[in-house]
């Protein structure tokens, strides 16, 4: 007897071959990977927007927001007729002084020149109100998240210059119901998505 031979007690008994390594498991036809090695690895998750990119956001201008553009429009235009109005006083200031009978007393001068550098600064703040609405409105269609937030801080300063401005025509009660919807209709989801929207 040898040792190669396959029925002998003193030989090394037959190689199996091992399964998982290369060869198929029983049952399994060839070409199929064995089980315990999985599938394909899954790929990246994809965004309901498609092929993995954010969602496009809205194509158009949600009207909350294009409501909000236009009452800031009717800010700055209040604003401008606010100006308006403390030019017109600035610019007969010393003849209503002068009808008032202030002139020749030193006294009575200096607060009439106190008066008119009040004026003066409330006609600045107006202009500033202003260009700053008009700055802002002309930002809604491409700008970006900051001029939602500056709207939102513009018009709360709004709410306090209108209450300065309550008795010049109840312009600033208009200003003043303005500013809060402005606020409201800025902060909206609809809103925050249109200037967080992906620009390609």
């Known amino acids: 007897m040898s040792f190669g031979e396959p029925n002998s007690p003193y030989g ?58 236009i009452m800031l429009g009717v800010i700055a235009l209040c604003h401008i007729v606010i100006a308006a109005v403390y030019g017109v006083a600035l610019a007969d200031w010393d003849q209503t002084m002068l009808e008032a009978g202030v002139t020749g007393d030193a006294e009575a001068e200096r607060y009439a020149d106190l008066g008119k550098g009040v004026v003066v600064f409330f006609l600045g703040l107006a202009a500033v109100f202003a260009i700053l609405g008009l700055v802002l409105l002309l930002q809604y269609a491409k700008g970006r998240n900051g001029v ?41 989801r609809s809103s925050g998505e249109w200037f967080k929207r992906p620009r390609y």
């Open 12 to 69: 090394p008994p037959p190689q199996q071959p091992n399964p998982g390594y290369g060869y198929p498991q029983q049952g399994q036809p060839p070409g199929v990977p064995p089980q315990g090695y999985g599938g394909y690895p899954a790929g990246p998750p994809v965004h309901p927007g498609g092929y993995g990119y954010p969602p496009a956001g809205p194509a158009q201008m949600p009207g909350i927001t294009r409501a909000a553009q």
């Open 148 to 188: 939602r937030v500056c709207s939102i801080v513009y018009a709360s300063f709004a709410i306090v210059s209108g209450i300065f401005a309550l008795g010049i025509y109840l312009l600033g009660l208009l200003i003043l119901i303005l500013a809060i919807l402005v606020i409201v209709f800025a902060a909206k």
